[in-house]
């Protein structure tokens, strides 16, 4: 207790304490290397084990894929070695003159264009619904899910009536292909997901059954068996003259499976909203599919929008996994060309699948990007 | 639906009686929640629940717009029946507004959506118009200039007056306060207190479940000792506070007004 004698029992302020700014952050650059990666010895070992590997990988990536590139030619002769070239990096000669069958696939080319329309309405519908301040959204959402899908459906397959050739399925492939199941897997599966994690908290007996069997089965099976399933097993049951096309058929089993999964992931969601929100919504008079929809989902939704889109990204390139019941997509169209003896070179399959992983990196980065953004705006509008 | 017959007899007794509970019995599993609950509120009454916690108040309060169901009794709000039937226990919420120990604000929504929700999407009112209801209603309750915040950035106390403004625009005959200002700081107990005892003096029919006796004192027609799920006193406030009749209404008062 001798220490405390030495500070008063009583007090009492006599003049306000003085309002200061906070003091400034210290040192620059400088500081901030030294605050961040060199503060400790273990940290300075970390960095410069980090800056080895870096030095020790990422040169020879580089000189593979872009200073020793082959950019041009019209086979494999010009991705060989030869005494000008004696060590050739990646043969985007390949990519280039395969380009357009990555894209299209065996589309006939004289109605390739309608491919490109297809591409262009869908960015459209795209960015009207990602674009959070677009002017109109209920129209957009409309024309997404709505017009959107009946326009493509004219456009892709043919309609004789307005002059479009009819192009079967068959020969769709490519990002086309990859596109269209990626596309109509998050489509369909964010808004089943909802209804099917409302059906699993439902105090209908019969309504909760089917969706806890449902996402239960869809969860329980591979995705390769879902497809197999939706392709083989269907037309047994369906004489074939009435079986849906191949590739519907391969849609449906993914968005299925994709709907089971963002069941799982909503409700999670929906559980994080306590149960007042409910109440209070319902004491103002709400009815229940407004409460739902007005109070309740956008909420959950914001909470579990990071795994919703975990959710999306794993689709993306689960679609993939199509080629198992013979449908052409991206990855398969790849295969298919790095076969060409054409082009058969060292680096041929190589560049090939980089072409392919930049691809299916670019599309998913992208989207956790704007995942980012979004959450970012709607936690601003939550905290202080 | 109903004949004119029916409304008329339904208006008449719409004029004088707000509230009217009848061998009301709730039981949670094996709990017997609420015992034998007879309780009749006249139009304009201010009633005041108080006893001690899991004594059946916040249950009662709740089953009179059905947050809660119960297992044997009537409760008749505005002339309305409560039974499962959502229509009738929509048309009874539309007429009750409640507010809660938490508040219970939508945090996605700004104050002003907060308050225009309701209006918009149950009573059907254009937007322009509910906001400018809402307005007023945030006018009176102090808050007007906190409309466009979000409620995180509100203070405990301003929580709860725009919950009451939320309540307040859907135009209630009566109101239903569960513990409003339990979980407030000391110091913002006051204003909540202000705007109730302003909103009593316009005549709404009140039910309020509070520890604030000072409050029931000055306001209140009524208050109901509730304890074990049962209501063991009714009186008016003066004689309640002054001269308690039931041995366990005497001995929760001494405790609190110690």
Redesign the interface.
């Known amino acids: 207790m001798a220490a405390l004698s030495d500070s008063p029992l009583v007090f009492l302020r006599q003049a306000p304490a003085q309002r200061l700014s906070p003091p400034a952050p210290r040192g620059g650059a400088f500081g901030w290397l030294r605050a961040n990666l060199f503060s400790s010895p273990g940290n300075i070992a970390l960095t410069l084990l980090c800056g080895l590997f870096v030095a020790w990988a990422v040169p020879p990536v580089l000189r593979f894929f872009l200073i020793d590139a082959v950019w041009s030619g019209s086979d494999r002769a010009a991705c060989l070695a030869s005494p000008q070239m004696p060590r050739p990096g990646a043969c985007w000669a390949f990519v280039r003159v395969w380009f357009s069958y990555f894209v299209y696939g065996f589309y006939p080319i004289g109605q390739r264009w309608r491919v490109d329309l297809f591409f262009m309405a869908l960015a459209f519908g795209v960015a009207w619904l990602a674009w959070l301040s677009a002017p109109r959204r209920g129209t957009g959402a409309v024309y997404f899910f709505v017009v959107l899908p009946i326009l493509s459906i004219i456009l892709l397959n043919g309609a004789p009536l307005v002059g479009l050739v009819r192009v079967p399925t068959s020969l769709w492939g490519g990002i086309l292909v990859t596109v269209i199941v990626a596309t109509v897997g998050i489509a369909v599966s964010l808004p089943l997901g909802i209804i099917l994690a409302l059906g699993r908290r439902s105090k209908i007996p019969v309504v909760r059954l089917f969706a806890v069997t449902f996402i239960e089965f869809v969860r329980g099976v591979p995705l390769i068996t879902v497809l197999f399933m939706a392709s083989v097993m269907l037309p047994l049951f369906v004489p074939e003259r009435f079986a849906p096309d191949k590739l519907l058929r391969a849609l449906i089993g993914v968005a299925l499976f994709a709907s089971a999964y963002m069941a799982e992931v909503v409700r999670g969601g929906l559980l994080a909203i306590p149960p007042?929100?409910f109440?209070?919504?319902?004491?103002?008079?709400?009815?229940?599919w407004?409460t739902i929809a007005?109070?309740i989902l956008?909420?959950a939704l914001?909470v579990t929008l990071p795994n919703i889109v975990n959710i999306f990204i794993a689709l993306f390139k689960d679609t993939t996994l199509v080629f198992v019941v013979g449908i052409f997509d991206f990855l398969h169209a790849i295969e298919a060309a790095r076969a060409d003896p054409k082009w058969a070179t060292p680096n041929t399959s190589v560049t090939g699948y980089a072409f392919a992983a930049l691809f299916y990196f670019v599309c998913c980065y992208g989207m956790s990007r704007y995942a980012r953004r979004v959450e970012a705006r709607?936690a601003r509008?939550?905290?202080? | 639906m109903e004949n004119p017959s029916d409304r008329t007899s339904a208006d008449a007794v719409r004029s004088e009686i707000a509230v009217e509970i009848v061998d009301l019995h709730k039981w949670y599993g094996e709990f017997h929640a609420l015992r034998d609950i007879n309780l009749t509120v006249a139009r304009g009454e201010r009633i005041v629940i108080c006893g001690p916690s899991g004594g059946g108040k916040s249950t009662l309060l709740r089953c009179i717009?059905r947050?809660e169901d119960w297992q044997r009794g009537r409760v008749v709000v505005d002339g309305i029946e409560l039974t499962d039937d959502?229509k009738q226990i929509?048309a009874v919420?539309?007429d009750?507004?409640?507010v809660?120990q938490?508040f219970?604000?939508?945090?996605?929504l700004t104050v002003l959506e907060n308050c225009t929700?309701?209006p918009i999407?149950?009573r059907r009112m254009p937007k322009k118009d509910a906001e400018e209801l809402a307005m007023r209603y945030l006018t009176r309750v102090k808050i007007p200039e906190q409309a466009q915040k979000?409620p995180?950035?509100l203070s405990g106390g301003q929580q709860q007056r725009v919950a009451i403004a939320?309540?307040l625009c859907?135009n209630p005959n009566i109101m239903l306060f569960d513990e409003p200002t339990s979980a407030l700081d000391p110091e913002m107990v006051k204003e909540v207190l202000d705007t109730m005892v302003e909103l009593a003096s316009d005549g709404i029919t009140m039910l309020v479940v509070s520890h604030e006796m000072g409050f029931a004192r000055q306001v209140s027609d009524r208050v109901i000792f509730m304890a074990e799920g049962q209501i063991v006193e009714i009186n008016e406030p003066k004689d309640f506070f002054d001269s308690p009749q039931h041995e366990r209404t005497r001995l929760f008062l001494q405790q609190v007004l110690r």
């Open positions: 007042a929100q109440e209070a919504a319902q004491a103002l008079g709400l009815p229940y407004r007005l109070v956008p909420q914001r709607l509008a939550h905290r202080r | 717009n947050l959502p929509e919420r539309r009750v507004g409640m809660f938490q219970n604000l939508f945090p996605h929700l309701a999407w149950v979000y995180a950035r939320r309540a859907m």
